[in-house]
Nanobody, 119 residues
Framework: QVQLVESGGGLVQAGGSLRLSCAASGSVLSISAMAWYRQAPGKQRELVAAITSGGSSDYADSVKGRFTISRDNAKNTLYLQMNNLKPEDTAVYYC?????????????WGQGTQVTVSS
């Protein structure tokens, strides 16, 4: 199994920045892609950004140019640098880890961390 622990959420004014972290533990060698999702009240959960073990990344159109996803494989940690935050970025952000095809199980999810952007 894989366990994911998120940190870095909080309250920030519009235009500010936050960096979210997600520490993975357990069967970390089974992890392939990792991602950040978010869900605002009354809204569908959406993919914010994803990254493969090789570093290839993908972003939702709404965050391109503002957010950067990265991973430190040595530390088994996923990051989301969030710049120029907007009120519409307010949501619970979830860390996600997909498992390599050689393993059975996953995806795995963190508990979520609240990001609130005030105007």
């Amino acid at each position: 199994q894989v366990q994911l622990v998120e940190s870095g959420g909080g309250l920030v004014q519009a235009g500010g920045s936050l960096r979210l972290s997600c520490a993975a533990s357990g069967s970390v060698l089974s992890i392939s892609a990792m991602a950040w999702y978010r869900q605002a009240p009354g809204k569908q959960r959406e993919l914010v950004a994803a990254i493969t073990s090789g570093g290839s990344s993908d972003y939702a159109d709404s965050v391109k140019g503002r957010f950067t996803i990265s991973r430190d494989n040595a530390k088994n940690t996923l990051y989301l640098q969030m710049n120029n935050l907007k009120p519409e970025d307010t949501a619970v952000y979830y860390c996600n880890a997909e498992e390599d095809s050689d393993y059975e199980g996953g995806p795995y999810w963190g508990q979520g961390t609240q990001v609130t952007v005030s105007s």
